[in-house]
């Protein structure tokens, strides 16, 4: 799957820590970072995966293979053992009251002198010759976790058979769907109509709708959505016809067989953040894994 960089806050995260970006910018959007040979120049590789905690990325690394490749093991950073991994999920993922805890992680993961001085190192941090170790130890967090969605949810489903999917229980004028449309056309393989149904700004961000295509396929958690054996369970919150903005969960799972196949999740979970347009359509505004 293709390398994520980062830029927005974070890249002030890393200047606060005496550290400068390789590919990203104060503001600046998350690159993609098409081939692994592009950290060359990082003296340190800081892993940090939207969304995952460190268990969670483990699996995801394992899933990936991108340790194992040649042009990976390649990199000066991972040839010195300069590899961290950090929890996404609480200290980068959003702008919030992390930020400092964030540049802290950072601090102690660059310069050795630092390491455990803010008390990170070993709870919100490891180097990646520590992550199964930390993994491993007894009381540590499963990968995934059980979702407890809120009262009062309607569900709809979709089950994509022979490439045509089946709605039940939706509305054309409701977040569930358009959910439901982009599902349905990414199942098609139709990615310039699934890149349409994207807010303005988040098309800018996946740079076309060649990207968009190649960052789905080179996810296995996302490339999960392309087959069409895989079920998908679609839930929103009642009342959502008047608001400005929604939160669409979808459980998405393929068959066993195809999971193997494939080398893809066989389950995952998905949450669709969306926004009404100046003209009142649903868009998308960007698609979280929930852990």
């Excluded at 890249?11 to 060359?40: D, F, N, P, W, Y």
């Excluded at 979702?147 to 309607?154: H, R, W, Y």
Aim: proline share 3%; net charge negative; glycine share 10%.
């Amino acid at each position: 799957a293709p390398l994520m960089g980062s830029g927005y806050w974070i890249a002030e995260c890393v200047q606060a820590a005496g550290c400068s970006m390789v590919h990203g910018t104060k503001g600046g959007h998350s690159r993609v970072i098409e081939r692994a040979s592009m950290l060359a120049d990082a003296d340190l590789i800081l892993l940090a995966p939207c969304g995952f905690s460190l268990e969670r990325t483990r699996a995801e690394l394992s899933s990936l293979q991108l340790l194992q490749s040649d042009e990976w093991r390649a990199l000066p950073a991972v040839r010195s053992g300069a590899v961290a991994v950090a929890d996404g999920n609480l200290y980068f993922n959003r702008s919030s009251c992390g930020v400092v805890e964030a540049a802290e992680i950072v601090a102690e993961a660059a310069h050795p002198e630092l390491r455990g001085l803010f008390g990170h190192h070993g709870r919100h941090w490891v180097s990646l010759s520590e992550l199964d170790a930390f993994c491993d130890r007894d009381g540590a967090a499963s990968p995934t976790k059980p979702v407890a969605l809120a009262s009062g949810v309607a569900a709809a489903a979709v089950e994509n058979g022979g490439g045509a999917a089946k709605l039940r229980g939706t509305d054309t004028a409701t977040p569930s769907a358009h959910v439901d449309a982009q599902l349905k056309a990414l199942s098609d393989g139709d990615f310039a109509s699934a890149f349409a149904l994207n807010s303005a700004a988040n098309r800018a961000r996946l740079s076309g709708a060649a990207n968009f295509e190649a960052i789905v396929k080179g996810s296995p958690s996302f490339s999960v959505l392309l087959h069409s054996s895989t079920v998908c369970v679609v839930q929103c919150e009642d009342g959502e016809g008047s608001a400005a903005a929604a939160a669409v969960r979808v459980q998405a799972t393929a068959a066993a067989d195809t999971a193997a196949a494939a080398n893809i999740a066989d389950e995952v979970r998905f949450v669709f953040d969306l926004s009404r347009s100046g003209a009142g359509r649903w868009e998308t505004d960007g698609v979280r894994i929930e852990c």
